[in-house]
């Protein structure tokens, strides 16, 4: 699975901005997508995740009722949109995949995009 994430820049605090990650191959609707975040020295964290169907999705508390992650399985893509961004949610953002389960531990996701950065101003 090869991903490649895209739709970062800058923006001011309280804008918005669209994330999308389109995924390789023919089995996109076996693995729950993943979206973490890595800011300038920091450790990478975790931000949101979707299940296979789209039928769930889970949320780091940070980013709750701003951030919502959704797919389309048709086209091997998965979005985040990002509204009201503060400055705090600066960081290069990376989608990963996990076959089958959820997990929001980074290191339980085995293919990871190359990342796109993202830059909030005050």
């Known amino acids: 699975v090869q991903l490649q994430a895209s739709g970062g820049g800058l923006v001011q605090a309280g804008g918005s901005l669209r994330l999308s990650c389109v995924a390789s191959g023919r089995t996109f609707s076996s693995y729950v997508m993943g979206w973490f975040r890595q800011a300038p020295g920091k450790t990478r964290e975790f931000v949101a995740q979707?299940?296979?169907?789209?039928?769930?999705?889970y949320y780091a508390d940070s980013v709750k009722g701003r951030f919502t992650i959704s797919r389309d399985n048709a086209k091997n893509t998965v979005h985040l949109q990002m509204n009201s961004l503060k400055p705090e949610d600066t960081a290069v953002y990376y989608c990963?995949?996990?076959?089958?389960?959820?997990?929001?531990?980074?290191?339980?996701?085995?293919?990871w995009g190359q990342g796109t950065l993202v830059t909030v101003s005050s």
């Open positions: 990963a995949s996990r076959y089958m389960s959820f997990s929001d531990r980074e290191y339980d996701y085995a293919y």
């Open positions: 979707i299940s296979r169907s789209a039928g769930s999705t």
